[in-house]
């Protein structure tokens, strides 16, 4: 999550787009680092999975597990809301989220929870909270029902792998 955090906060600093590193990319090898909205983008150097169903389970001598290979899914919920409700409101949720719900073991649902949690704090249960759910579940993260916060993750962190296919925190 790390990595993906990363990426939200760059896209807040550089707010023209949706590419992380399209300014210091050599053209020649893509035309940025990464593809927020479309992780899986051919045209950047580095094509992630946008989806938990392409979730790469790798070991950690290669990329330390896939910290930066699988951080494209957490990045396209992250893009999809963006898209939702704005970066304005997106960068003080996932600051909220990231300052006092997440931990150094949480994993893609803890950071669902986590960001869901965060948007109802700062807007209440209303159009916000639906864009987290709308977006998480667009990559296989969570539901878009409203209801339990799928997988039963805890905002303490700890391994929910069993739960919704989530992979322990990457």
Known sequence: LNESFADVFGLMVDRDDFFIGEDITRTQFGVALRDMLNPDNNNVISPQPPHMNQFRQLGLDNDNGGVHINSGIPNRAA??????????????????????????????????????QA?????????????????????GIGTDDGGSSGGGGNN????????NNVPPAQ
């Open 119 to 139: 948007a109802k704090d700062l807007h209440g249960d209303g159009a916000e909270a639906a864009a987290v759910r709308k977006s998480f579940a667009a990559v």
């Open 79 to 116: 893009a999809l809301l963006i898209q939702e409700i704005g970066r304005e409101k997106v960068e003080k949720i996932y600051y909220r989220a990231l300052t006092n719900y997440l931990t150094r073991n949480s994993n893609f649902i803890d950071c669902r929870n986590a960001v869901l």
């Open 156 to 163: 303490s962190g700890g391994n929910n792998s069993g739960n």
